[in-house]
């Protein structure tokens, strides 16, 4: 496993922001989703070390995770506030530096950035400070990188294109996406679902691959992603009314309601 997260609780005063969390995730491109309220933000304050928790353990590849250096760790925050002056690649070139290994070409090429790479910070687009946030993440190949609400106030042309080089990157490096939407992500190797401070689904490999299915509508049924029983009917001369795909962010929602009416009973 790449993350083990276990019994991690975190409280501000009376509100608990984090309620025995316990989880994992796999290597590859994995993601932790939640609405706002749920704990992704208190989680991603203790992974950066920003925050500490009140309880619990969390391991990296098996490593306590606080005893991992921080050069294998990448973070690229949603709310990233940079010097207006600092030049793209220069800037890169001095994180990989720090890290001690010089990938910035190929970074800048899979971010493409290379017609801005002696561009101030100022001068570049929101959707071009986006990815220069998140390049600065994999400069100078960590291990692993964290990446926060990365597709936060880009157009769907910037965001389909971080999207194609969080998968060129994943080949080498792992990846942890925390967002509250999916946002086109839908061949991850992990995900974990938070809401209110709790874990409400944990799923890996084909389970996380294929979230979501169909749906097969007949007269007197309904059939959800299960094949056999789909068979089954039409075998016996039943014809349904419709066949439709379940999407990712339809069986969030309908879990995140479940979990929702189960703690209010």
């Known amino acids: 496993m790449l993350l083990e997260c ?25 993601l932790i989703l939640g609405p706002n309220g749920s704990g992704k933000t ?21 490593k306590n995770y606080f005893e991992v250096p921080r050069s294998d760790i990448g973070f690229a925050f949603e709310k990233t506030i940079l010097p207006p ?23 800048i090429e899979i971010f493409g950035l290379g017609k801005h790479r002696t561009k101030r910070f100022r001068e570049l687009s929101q959707g071009y400070k986006r990815r220069f946030i998140a390049a600065m993440a994999f400069a100078g190949g960590p291990k692993v990188v964290f990446l926060d609400e990365p597709f936060s106030n880009v157009d769907i042309i910037a965001k389909i294109e971080l999207v194609e080089a969080f998968f060129e ?12 939407v999916l946002a086109g992500l ?38 959800e992603n299960d094949i056999n029983r789909l068979v089954e009917l039409i075998r016996s001369g039943k014809e349904p009314m419709r066949i439709e795909p379940v999407f990712p962010e339809e069986f969030i929602q309908r879990k995140l309601l479940g979990g929702w009416n189960i703690r209010q009973r």
């Open 42 to 62: 208190t989680l991603i304050k203790i992974l950066a070390g920003i925050t500490k928790p009140d309880g619990g353990t969390l391991k990296l590849l098996g």
């Open 169 to 180: 990157l994943r080949k080498k490096i792992d990846i942890v996406i925390v967002s509250h």
């Open 6 to 30: 276990s019994n991690l609780s975190k409280s501000y005063g009376d509100v608990q922001a984090l309620k025995g969390v316990t989880f994992s995730l796999s290597r590859g491109l994995s």
């Open 85 to 107: 002056n600092v030049r793209v690649e220069g800037y890169l070139r001095a994180v990989a530096e720090l890290r001690g290994e010089d990938n910035v070409d190929d970074i």
């Open 186 to 223: 839908k061949d991850v190797d992990s995900l974990v679902l938070l809401h209110g401070g709790q874990v409400i689904m944990n799923v890996f490999g084909n389970e996380a691959k294929t979230l979501g299915g169909f749906r097969a509508v007949f007269p007197d049924e309904v059939v």
